[in-house]
């Protein structure tokens, strides 16, 4: 659940990382504004990894996975509309949770959940799943979405990081359980 989950949020990027910048030029952008929206978004994500530790503690690892999924939600439908710059500008800046929240989530919760022999495994599987076959999976469906339906192919994006969103929240919820029933976990009850 935890792979489909960050496998999730990370393929919902998906259109954005293969044609947002020709989107953006066929809506009239230059490509000056559009790399300054792309270095928006990566100072958004730097950010958040500066304050990584303060993040996770305060939030949560699960919870930062959570609410990068809901905020890929919200961001990929907004972009769908074809939003004037003033709005791509915040839009870009959740690019801070949408990637960078939740991969600071996923690494948390692995340094936690996976004992430390495993944790070069563990970070190769989440890399071969979230960048490989998830990110690969979707990209492959975005050229097709993007040839018949332009920047409404977002959309399809915000579905992409529902499916995370649903399975997070679901992680959240066992997560709260066996912390509350520890003797539980591989007893049966």
């Known amino acids: 659940i935890f792979l489909l989950t960050v496998g999730a949020v990370q393929s919902a990027h998906a259109v954005f990382y293969t044609f947002g910048t020709l989107h953006w030029r066929a809506l009239g952008l230059s490509t000056s504004l559009a790399g300054a929206l792309?270095?928006?978004?990566?100072?958004?994500?730097?950010?958040?990894?500066?304050?990584?530790?303060?993040?996770?503690?305060?939030v949560g690892a699960l919870q930062l996975i959570a609410l990068g999924c809901g905020t890929a939600v919200a961001r990929w439908l907004a972009m769908g509309f074809d939003p004037p710059v003033a709005l791509l500008v915040p839009l870009q800046m959740l690019h801070g949770l949408t990637y960078g929240g939740a991969h600071?989530?996923?690494i948390h919760f692995m340094s936690r959940a996976v004992p430390e022999e495993?944790?070069?495994?563990?970070?190769?599987?989440?890399?071969?799943?979230t960048?490989?076959?998830?990110?690969?999976?979707?990209?492959?469906?975005?050229?097709?979405?993007?040839?018949?339906?332009?920047g409404h192919a977002y959309w399809a994006m915000a579905l992409v990081g529902l499916l995370g969103l649903g399975t997070s929240l679901w992680l959240v919820r066992a997560s709260r359980s066996v912390a509350a029933?520890?003797?539980?976990?591989?007893?049966?009850?």
């Open 131 to 150: 960048g490989g076959v998830a990110m690969g999976s979707v990209t492959l469906l975005a050229g097709p979405l993007y040839a018949s339906a332009g």
């Open 104 to 106: 600071v989530g996923a």
């Open 38 to 58: 792309w270095a928006i978004g990566v100072i958004a994500e730097i950010g958040v990894f500066a304050f990584s530790a303060r993040i996770v503690r305060r």
């Open 118 to 129: 495993q944790s070069g495994t563990a970070q190769a599987l989440y890399a071969s799943v």
């Open 181 to 189: 029933h520890p003797h539980s976990v591989g007893s049966g009850g």
